[in-house]
């Protein structure tokens, strides 16, 4: 069975694929946004957001995988 730091690694480049398809995610609302009439804006906003706040809590997951803290959960 892998090492707890191999799991970790095989978790962590899975979640940082899932910030690269957020990222994708943000440009393709971007440019959606600027061709936006008002009334669709808000939503498309809303949404960007959305991806960005999923980034940022990935980024923290990915920081968190760094340090023994959640060694326990891949015994």
Do not use: H, P
Request: charged share 30%.
């Amino acid at each position: 069975m892998s090492s707890v730091a191999e799991k970790k690694k095989i978790i962590s480049d899975f979640i940082r694929q899932c910030n690269d398809y957020a990222d994708g995610q943000v440009r393709k609302y971007q440019a959606r946004l600027e061709q936006a009439g008002a009334m669709d804006a808000l939503d498309i906003e809303t949404k960007i957001y959305n991806w960005r706040v999923y980034k940022a809590f990935n980024i923290y997951t990915i920081e968190e995988l760094k340090t023994d803290e959640l060694d326990s959960w891949f015994t």
